[in-house]
């Protein structure tokens, strides 16, 4: 599933991370485990697993809150 990703120099840590997220359908805000981050070709942030909302079930709705933004930009700085 990462193998597009030959040129990345990753130093991150590869430990599952969850993410805050909050739904754009129901508004529901819900941690979701999305496994290893990665930046695809064009540098676009995308996850392992696709989050999948536990309280409507919709996916690709899903809006990153504050705290899932923070999380993921200490993870992009190599800080976690
Ligand atoms: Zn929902």
Not at 18 to 40: A, Q, R
Not at 52 to 80: F, N, Y
Request: charged share 15%; hydrophobic share 35%; glycine share 8%.
């Amino acid at each position: 599933m990462l193998t597009h990703s030959p040129g990345l120099d990753n130093q991150h840590n590869t430990h599952n991370m969850i993410v805050n997220f909050k739904c754009g359908s129901c508004n529901h805000v819900y941690n979701f485990e999305i496994g290893t981050p990665v930046l695809d070709k064009s540098f676009k942030l995308a996850f392992e697993i696709n989050p999948v909302c536990p309280g409507c079930g919709a996916r690709d709705k899903e809006l990153l809150t504050e705290m899932g933004q923070s999380i993921l930009t200490m993870w992009q700085m190599g800080e976690i």
